[in-house]
């Protein structure tokens, strides 16, 4: 059967380094380092008293307080980016077909301040259970494309993808399937965390995930940087509207940008760690090119995974040097991550943002807080260090990997 043609139509951002998507990309482009000393919590006894929180973000704004209070901040994140999103796409919503309009949408963990604070409440309390009727709705991860479809009637596929840091990268790659084999004509994609917590400080801190760098929080996250110590926790969402090329045409619909194709793999090698020779990431870009019907030689730029551990940055150069070869040096290369830090679950939405914003404005956005060269990293890679780059950007990839050894990759082509 022949394919439909997928573009995008509508982004939303909710961002450490902006809380629209204007915000955001002004962000990006000027270098702005979303890493600042932990607000929600005591961080007293914590290991790593910092993260990419957002900024000037108030519930009240979005939502009255009763309806605040029935949501865990991931899901209001989702529900903001979306809307977001929904609006920038110029979709009517009273001449839709909405049976035809699905919601995918990416977390790696979902409600954890729910669940953290429901059960330090049962801890100090006598025994008994008393749990907020609205504990469960507000924690499970799948409640975000839910009230997503609820409020605006959609009764197409909705579900939520869950592979760790890939989550929103597999549900961007499944909406992209949906619309073409002709199940949907519009999909709203994208990814929603709020993990920074006492559980999810606590966690990633018991695993030395995290950068303990707290005299210079806002130079902690530095993808490919010799001194780089860890990745910094961030928080967010962004939000896509994925729909079919004629579908889109017909209403005159502005598009950013095609999907061209998506690709998955396993390391299949450890829980955390990734294949010291990056066989899985290897695999995942050679079959999301596949997928595409592009050659390496056609990509002008790569957003990677690019998370500021010391293993994981290495491994996923030499995949790419690999992959790309002679074509390598010649495509810019950077990591967002080292200015929203880590957002888990959402990572691959707001990177497939970045990597669309960046053919919209022919500028790929900086990697800042590079310092000190690592003589493990190629040095003939053009890794766009700490000034962004302007280019002609017609084709660009981006890269997200997951604990579990989760890789999904996705590359996007500028039209017209």
């Not at 290991?47 to 990419?52: D, G, L, P, S």
């Not at 949408?105 to 049962?122: K, S």
């Not at 053009?382 to 000034?387: A, E, F, G, I, Y």
Request: proline share 4%.
């Amino acid at each position: 059967m022949q394919l439909k043609r997928v573009v995008v139509t509508g982004m939303g951002a909710l961002t450490p380094i902006g809380n629209n998507l204007k915000a955001y990309w002004e962000g990006l482009k000027n270098g702005v380092s979303g890493s600042a000393p932990i607000t929600y919590f005591d961080t007293e006894k914590f290991k790593t008293k910092f993260a990419c929180e957002l900024k000037g973000y108030n519930p009240q704004d979005h939502f009255d307080r009763k309806e605040a209070r029935k949501l865990d901040r991931f899901a209001q994140y989702a529900l903001v980016s979306s809307d977001e999103a929904i609006a920038d796409s110029g979709i009517d919503l009273e001449q839709i077909d909405k049976f035809r309009v699905g919601v995918v949408w990416g977390a790696g963990i979902g409600g954890l301040e729910t669940f953290q604070n429901e059960v330090i409440g049962f801890a100090n309390g006598d025994g008994t259970p008393r749990f907020n009727p609205f504990f469960i709705p507000k924690m499970i991860a799948d409640i975000a494309p839910g009230n997503i479809s609820i409020k605006h009637g959609f009764m197409g596929p909705n579900y939520t993808t869950v592979s760790a840091c890939a989550s929103s990268a597999n549900a961007l790659i499944d909406a992209l399937n949906y619309i073409r084999l002709g199940h949907c004509d519009v999909i709203v994609t994208g990814g929603s965390e709020a993990a920074v917590t006492i559980a999810g400080m606590g966690g990633f801190n018991a695993m030395h995930a995290l950068s303990t760098r707290n005299e210079s929080p806002e130079t902690a996250s530095r993808p490919f940087d010799a001194t780089r110590d860890g990745f910094v926790l961030g928080e967010g969402a962004g939000a896509l509207i994925l729909e079919e090329y004629e579908h889109a045409k017909a209403r005159g619909a502005k598009i950013y940008a095609e999907v061209l194709g998506g690709g998955l793999s396993s390391d299949a090698h450890h829980m955390t760690a990734p294949h010291p020779e990056g066989i899985g990431v290897v695999r995942v870009m050679e079959n999301c090119l596949q997928n595409a019907g592009l050659k390496p030689e056609d990509v002008d730029a790569i957003n990677t995974h690019g998370t500021s551990t010391p293993l994981g940055d290495v491994a996923e150069l030499k995949a790419i040097s690999k992959v790309f070869g002679a074509h390598a040096p010649n495509i810019n290369i950077n990591s967002t991550k080292s200015m929203t830090g880590h957002l888990l679950g959402a990572a691959g939405a707001i990177e497939a943002i970045a990597s669309i914003l960046a053919m919209e404005h022919n500028t790929v956005p900086p990697t800042i807080n590079h310092s000190v060269v690592d003589e493990g990293i190629d040095a003939s890679l053009n890794l766009t260090l700490n000034k962004a780059q302007e280019r002609e950007v017609n084709v660009a990839m981006s890269n997200t990997f997951g604990f579990g050894g989760h890789n999904a990759c996705v590359l996007f082509k500028k039209i017209g």
